[in-house]
């Protein structure tokens, strides 16, 4: 078993995504993560999609993908060095003296208060998926009210890219 | 030219050379119907039931190779087309399905006859569209025939709000001929590499064989399959879905193989050590227990769609490409060099299949007193002279027709194979006729499958189709009734049908020739006055042996080489 992050190009039409979706749904492949948005040109959706599996599975899901007519073209992100990120928000309670502790924590993990009320804050934070679960992990738990993430976007580095 | 969206669905029609369509009116496609009604060049054919008009479109394009056309409305009459959707996604035929939807504006409103056409057709089609402007009906009409025909074949829904056809909006029509898809190119071309990689293999064989599929069929490469085969000497089995591509009445075949396939074709299978599978998708009823599949053999693939290739069995060499273009790289390689295949190798091969051959895995115990199964359809063989379209639904009587009715032409076995469809037959058979007004057209079915659509024998009655329906009754759900039997002792939960319907009386209520036949020697005569009837429908109520069972068959969880063999063939008995 084997994490991969696929990057892939659709058209930007009505139903492409639940194409996407739904074949991960029919033919039971495991889908941690998937994040979607137009691009610059705006007739093309990117879609960044992370699933574990093993050897045989990855390949029927590339081959699937690739299957489906809305999408353009496809890239396994995974394969090659490449720079993945993804965003959060978290709100969690900051009250007497964890306000200090949390807020030095969020510098720590160079984490963003965006927002501020007498007993909370929401922290904009941005990283690889390890460093924010590694963030979660470090706030208290019951100081935890609400966590949102993005899901991974990457992009691979150097001159390798998925364009048309 | 200035039309409106319902003209447009009609003129895209005939661009596209369409000249049959099947369907059933209803509120979002009156628009569509309006037009159609002011026309002459396209045909439609009313069903009575949208299942049907499916079925009937899947069987004009099976016996055809051209796309089969439904056109049917919103709601309930795009539900009901469902399971004809799926039954030819699974055996990848040509469609396009045209369902009204309702209006734009209504959408998302649990309006009338309002369903998620696309949402429900999406897991059981190649591609669907929902237009949302009337500019845009034409290409996508043109994307969807583009779509269902090339590449690996299927079905592609289009669902039309009811605005998109209103007939006061008129705008400029050209039909995309050029279109071109980045999202979209099917390869056509092998790679030539894989294939001279597969020639040595090949040529290094000492037991080969080539497993066939519906692929050949499809890509219309049974010429070049043969030529194969004769060139290399060496033995062919089939899939279900296959048959016909090469001829059952040649010596190098050696029939169809998988649960109910023949013993030699098993077997052979099982000792081969190159396996050249040719458009076919290594179903798993056809592979039996995969940890057993072709222990001993070296595999090449070749297939239009690389989703098939590694999908349920590792192949070592994978060829993506048309079957056709393949083949004929293929023999053009072979023929330009000099090799020779191993001469002695093939010989000893074939001696040993002959003798899994001279087993005679098919023998039956033949009856004076009981129509058996067998007998029936070696008789339509007989009194067809082997020139039948032939299509059936599913059960036990479909696996006797696969068996005993030797196919030697491709496009005349026309059954559900992928997902077994029960009421399949009938309508299947009408698409079949429409496309061959001029051949013998025969449905084999049994008498629980016929009634899943027999309100089709209306339809028969209104276009004048003179199908011949073989119902081999025997008053189970026989191939249930046999797993029963076979794997719950015999507790025969619910696959007795009783309280039957008095077939002949049925028949003759629709306009149609109905006759019984009860006795074996008795069988031939009727068979052969229901052909001489060229005119009329027939439908031969044939009460067979209700305890027969399909054999050989792979045993539940076993490798080709288990089988469980007919009493006749394993007493050895002689018909």
């Known amino acids: 078993m084997k994490r991969h992050i696929i990057s892939l190009l659709m058209e930007n039409e009505a139903g492409a995504l639940s194409n996407v979706s739904a074949l991960f749904s029919a033919r039971g ?30 390949e029927q899901i590339t081959k699937q993908l690739n299957k489906l007519i809305d999408v353009v073209k496809l890239m396994d992100l995974s394969e090659g060095v490449h720079i993945e990120r993804e965003m959060m928000l978290i709100k969690v309670r900051a009250e007497k003296e964890m306000r200090e502790e949390i807020k030095r924590l969020a510098e720590i993990f160079r984490g963003k208060i965006i927002d501020v009320s007498d007993n909370s804050y929401v922290i904009e934070m941005t990283g690889d998926s390890d460093k924010l679960d590694a963030f979660v992990h470090v706030i208290p738990e019951d100081h935890v009210i609400e966590v949102v993430r993005t899901g991974v976007s990457g992009i691979a580095r150097g001159v390798k890219s998925l364009t048309l | 030219m200035e039309l409106s969206g319902a003209e447009i669905v009609v003129q895209a029609l005939k661009d596209e050379g369409v000249e049959t369509i099947f369907g059933y009116p209803g509120g979002s496609v009156l628009h569509i119907y309006d037009a159609l009604f002011q026309q002459d060049d396209i ?3 009313l069903v009575r039931h949208e299942q049907g008009a499916t079925h009937a479109a899947d069987g004009y394009a099976r016996s055809t190779g051209k796309p089969g056309v439904v056109l049917v409305t919103s709601g309930p009459g795009a539900t009901n087309a469902i399971t004809g959707i799926a039954t030819a996604h699974l055996d990848s035929i040509p469609m396009v399905v045209l369902t009204g939807q309702v209006p734009s504006a209504l959408i998302g409103t649990d309006a009338f006859q309002e369903v998620d056409t696309t949402g429900i057709s999406r897991p059981c089609s190649k591609h669907t569209f929902l237009v949302k402007r009337v500019e845009d009906l034409a290409e996508t009409m043109r994307k969807a025939f583009y779509i269902a025909t090339t590449g690996r074949p299927g079905p592609v829904v289009v669902d039309i709000p009811k605005d998109i056809t209103d007939p006061s909006v008129k705008i400029p029509y050209e039909y995309p001929r050029n279109l071109k898809m980045r999202s979209y ?120 769609d690389p ?50 051959r001279g087993l005679g895995c098919l023998r039956y115990e033949q009856s004076d007193e009981v129509i058996k199964p067998q007998f029936a359809i070696e008789t339509l063989h007989k009194v067809t002279g082997g020139d039948l379209y032939l299509t059936s639904d599913v059960g036990q009587h479909q696996m006797f027709a696969a068996q005993f009715y030797k196919f030697d032409k491709p496009r005349r076995w026309i059954n559900s194979g992928g997902l077994g469809t029960m009421g399949f037959g009938l309508p299947a058979a009408m698409g079949v006729q429409m496309a061959h007004p001029d ?6 079915t049994g008498e629980a499958s016929i009634l899943m659509c027999i309100q089709e024998l209306a339809t028969c009655k209104q276009h004048g189709l003179p199908i011949k329906i073989m119902l081999m009754n ?102």
């Open chain 1, 29 to 58: 492949f495991n889908i941690e993560s998937l994040c979607v948005a137009p691009t610059d040109d705006p007739s093309l959706s990117r879609m960044t999609l992370v699933t574990t599996c093993s050897e045989s599975v990855f």
């Open chain 2, 43 to 45: 045909h439609h054919v």
């Open chain 2, 185 to 304: 190119s099917p390869v056509k071309k092998g790679h030539l590499g894989q294939i001279k990689k597969a020639v040595d293999l090949i040529y290094n064989a000492k037991r080969p064989i080539i497993y066939s599929g519906g692929g050949v069929v499809i890509d219309n490469s049974s010429g070049s399959l043969i030529d194969l085969a004769r060139e290399l000497g060496i033995p062919v089995t089939s899939t279900l879905m296959g048959l016909g591509a090469y001829p059952a009445s040649d010596s190098q075949f050696l029939g169809m193989l998988g649960m109910h396939g023949n013993y030699e074709a098993n077997m052979a299978m099982h000792e081969a050590d190159v396996l050249i599978a040719i458009g076919a998708r290594f179903d798993d009823r056809v592979t039996g227990h995969i940890a057993h599949f072709c222990p001993q053999a070296k595999i090449i693939h070749i297939d239009i």
């Open chain 2, 307 to 356: 989703s098939s290739i590694s999908k349920n069995v590792r192949v070592d060499i994978p060829i993506v490409g048309s079957v056709k273009d393949v083949l004929n790289d293929m023999l053009r390689i072979i023929r330009e060099g000099d090799r020779k295949i191993d001469n002695d190798g093939l010989t000893s091969w074939w001696e040993r299949i002959e003798a899994w």
């Open chain 2, 439 to 444: 051949k013998q057209v025969a449905c084999v």
């Open chain 2, 474 to 575: 025997n008053g189970y759900m026989g191939m249930v009734r046999q797993w029963q039997e076979m794997f719950y002792e015999g507790r025969y939960s619910h696959s007795y049908v009783d309280a039957l319907p008095d077939f002949v009386e049925l028949t003759k209520s629709f306009g149609h020739v109905g006759m019984r036949v009860t006795k074996p020697s008795d069988l031939e005569a009727a068979m052969q006055e229901a052909f001489d009837r060229k005119d009329e429908l027939v439908f031969l109520d044939i009460l067979i042996d209700p305890t027969e069972n399909v054999y050989p068959m792979i045993e539940a969880g076993k490798g080709h080489h288990v089988m469980a063999m007919s009493p006749a063939s394993k007493q050895g008995d002689q018909r």
